[in-house]
């Protein structure tokens, strides 16, 4: 692996999933059924999205402060 995606990549591989459930919501569109999985992440004031987001936001914040050469791109 180039040196280059080890440094931006290679942390990422022991990232915990933020759980993320499957409710799955069928709608008809023009007399075709689509089930979606994820719908609910649509309501972005729904308190379960609120909570998903802001746990994502966690993950991701822990991610780039265990970057130790982050510092120096600022």
């Known amino acids: 692996?180039?040196?280059?995606t080890q440094l931006l990549t290679g942390p990422m591989r022991?990232?915990?999933?933020?759980?993320?459930?499957?409710i799955p919501v069928t709608t008809r569109y023009h007399g075709v059924d689509v089930t979606e999985d994820?719908?609910?992440?649509?309501?972005?004031?729904?308190?379960?999205?609120v909570a998903w987001t802001q746990a994502q936001r966690e993950?991701?914040?822990?991610?780039?402060?265990?970057?130790?050469?982050?510092?120096?791109l600022r």
């Open 38 to 49: 994820y719908q609910w992440l649509e309501d972005a004031s729904s308190p379960e999205t």
């Open 14 to 22: 022991n990232l915990p999933a933020v759980e993320t459930p499957r």
């Open 1 to 4: 692996m180039h040196r280059v």
């Open 59 to 72: 993950l991701t914040r822990e991610y780039f402060e265990s970057l130790t050469w982050r510092t120096t």
